[in-house]
């Protein structure tokens, strides 16, 4: 098992563009969650999924969006990429009410 | 409002001694909480978890501690090593939010030899 993977590692964007932040798991697990990690702070939830087709926001979720058509997959998409969204993106998935399994990550930043 | 507090940033310990680590929270209708750990450039992996059914659970080196009436759990490392050195997080969850975790800060663990 691969686990949780996340595509790109690193990405620098300029103000304005757009890019989608791959993540997948092949655990069959049912919940999935995209969280940013800014320096020094702890994790934010951005949006979380509880299986495919049904989505929802969390603490953070303005300027992203997000869809989940497989159980695999949960892609997140940045629309017009500002520079306050500079962070570090990890995937999560997990069972149920469980511990969550994270991705390595992806480093973003925006100029 | 943060409701999950890790009020320490950073802790260093020598190696084979005990590394204890405190989290307090706001809400009373958390009722699971969770320690993971987090190497640069990886992503957080599980440590160790706690049910508010119980106030002690244990693994390995590893013990959480659960006061409910304080909102307060800690991370007991005994003894710890070098490669416990890392980044630790608190995270809790509540029962009406499904498996939405709220984090803590983090505490920076250096283990000196």
């Known amino acids: 098992n691969a686990g949780v993977t996340q595509t790109p590692k690193f990405r620098i964007l300029k103000i304005g563009q757009s890019m989608t932040l791959q993540c997948a798991q092949d655990?069959?697990?049912?919940?999935m969650y995209w969280y940013r990690q800014d320096p020094g702070m702890g994790l934010k939830l951005i949006y979380y999924?509880?299986?495919?087709?049904?989505?929802d926001k969390g603490e953070v979720p303005n300027g992203y969006n997000v869809s989940r058509s497989t159980t695999e997959d949960f892609p997140l998409r940045l629309e017009l990429a500002a520079p306050s969204q500079t962070s570090v993106y990890f995937c999560?998935?997990?069972?149920?009410?469980?511990?969550?399994?994270f991705g390595p990550g992806t480093r973003l930043t925006v100029t | 409002d943060q409701q999950v507090k890790q009020n320490s940033p950073s802790l260093s310990v020598q190696e084979g001694r005990i590394s204890i680590l405190n989290c307090d929270y706001t809400?009373?209708?958390?009722?699971?909480f969770l320690w993971y750990k987090k190497y640069p450039a990886e992503g957080p992996t599980f440590l160790i978890s706690?049910?508010?059914?119980?106030d002690k659970n244990e693994d390995g080196r590893f013990t959480v501690f659960l006061n409910k009436s304080a909102k307060h759990l800690s991370l007991h490392i005994v003894p710890s090593q070098p490669g416990d050195s890392a980044v630790y997080f608190c995270?809790?969850?509540?029962?009406?939010?499904?498996?939405?975790?709220?984090f803590g800060g983090g505490t920076r663990v250096l283990v000196k030899p």
């Open positions: 999560a998935s997990s069972r149920v009410v469980d511990e969550q399994y």
């Open positions: 655990m069959n697990h049912n919940y």
């Open positions: 999924s509880v299986g495919a087709g049904i989505t």
């Open positions: 809400n009373s209708m958390f009722d699971y």
């Open positions: 706690i049910s508010s059914i119980k």
């Open positions: 995270a809790a969850s509540a029962p009406a939010a499904g498996n939405k975790l709220t």
